[in-house]
């Protein structure tokens, strides 16, 4: 969050559109697999989870780089945008069940960023 | 407990600031550093407001002593001294490269977001509809990414993330040269004056250079 006296220039008097958005951005703490044995089943799914929600992000950017290319038809497109609805609320229904949020599931690479 | 506000090299006098719960700050010798700390019985958990701002105004003022440290990200504590003498040296070498990488070096900020009004792609219709929304939003963002190619190349290093949030199109963070930091100012400025009637952008700076500066990790794992 930008406090005033850092504020360099900004394109409109509202700051507060700024720090919503950087606020819902925020992550303060870092995030890591929780290796904690006695919490070793909720460890798994997360590392597991964690996995498949790469996979799912990189072939839904890979899907939107095709579409974008033009080489999906308007069927495809159909099928794909169908699949990864799914996907994301099955997803969501597995995060639930294992009491993970989205946050747990994008992990820290240090140097290279975050995962998701 | 030992609040963790930066290390810091050849530092004269003590950054001039009041200090987390007005517990000045001082100096702990660590290996070839100085750790720049204030001592306190405990400390919450809770991250407040005026916590934030006491550490931001400990660096900053640290900042306009010296050009030879690194910033800790708020909120890095340690029980006593020695784990704090044992985090730095089991991160010597870390510390170090990091130093030797903001050294006399400024960060910026820049923000780019939709205008209030400018359509975000609803969560709950059809797939396509959800796809397409997705492209169209890849696409405004990888455009806004396209403004801060000039300042990149003034930069030493950069880090652009883009759609951390649906609104938020482009968050990117400067290394700068103090000698060029006004110049780089200036070009944020311009930036700001010109871009898209669409978007919205806020230029921050000068910082510590917080996000150059990763460390946190490491010393909270030693």
Redesign the interface.
């Known amino acids: 969050?930008?406090?005033d006296d850092?504020?360099?220039?900004?394109?409109?008097p509202?700051?507060d559109?700024?720090a919503e958005?950087?606020g819902?951005?925020a992550t303060?703490f870092?995030r890591r697999i929780e290796a904690d044995p006695e919490r070793l089943e909720k460890g798994l799914a997360q590392l597991v989870l964690t996995l498949v929600e790469l996979l799912r992000e990189l072939m839904?950017?890979q899907?939107?780089r095709r579409?974008?290319d033009g080489t999906l038809t308007d069927e495809e497109?159909?099928r794909?945008?169908?699949?990864?609805?799914?996907l994301e609320q099955r997803m969501a229904e597995l995060k639930d069940v294992f009491g993970l949020t989205d946050e747990e599931l994008n992990m820290?690479l240090?140097?290279l960023?975050?995962l998701l | 407990m030992l609040y963790l506000y930066a290390f810091a090299r050849g530092l004269g006098s003590l950054p001039r600031a009041t200090g987390l719960k007005e517990r000045p700050p001082e100096l702990v010798a660590v290996g070839s550093l100085d750790a720049v700390v204030s001592r306190h019985d405990r400390l919450e958990q809770e991250v407040a407001a005026d916590a934030l701002v006491a550490h931001a105004e400990v660096v900053d003022a640290l900042m306009a002593e010296t050009d030879e440290f690194v910033p800790v990200r708020f909120g890095t504590v340690f029980e006593d001294e020695t784990s704090l003498q044992n985090a730095a040296a089991g991160n010597e070498q870390a510390l170090e490269q990091v130093l030797r990488k903001v050294r006399g070096r400024v960060e910026f900020g820049l923000h780019v977001v939709r205008r209030p009004g400018a359509p975000v792609p609803a969560p709950e219709r059809s797939g396509r509809e959800r796809l397409l929304g997705k492209l169209e939003q890849l696409r405004a963002a990888e455009d806004a990414a396209e403004l801060d190619e000039p300042l990149v190349r003034l930069a030493v290093e950069s880090r652009r993330r883009l759609l951390r949030t649906p609104r938020l199109l482009l968050s990117a963070a400067y290394l700068v040269e103090r000698p060029r930091a006004s110049e780089f100012a200036e070009r944020l400025r311009e930036l700001v004056e010109s871009r898209p009637e669409r978007l919205e952008v806020l230029a921050t700076g000068p910082w510590p250079p917080y996000s150059f500066a990763e460390l946190e990790d490491d010393l909270r794992a030693a």
Not at chain 1, 80 to 86: A, K, P, S
Request: aromatic share 4%.
């Open positions: 969050m930008p406090r850092h504020v360099l220039a900004s394109s409109t509202r700051l559109l700024f958005e950087l819902q951005a303060p870092p839904e950017r899907a939107l579409i974008d497109i159909d794909l945008g169908e699949t990864f609805m799914l820290n240090g140097p960023g975050n």
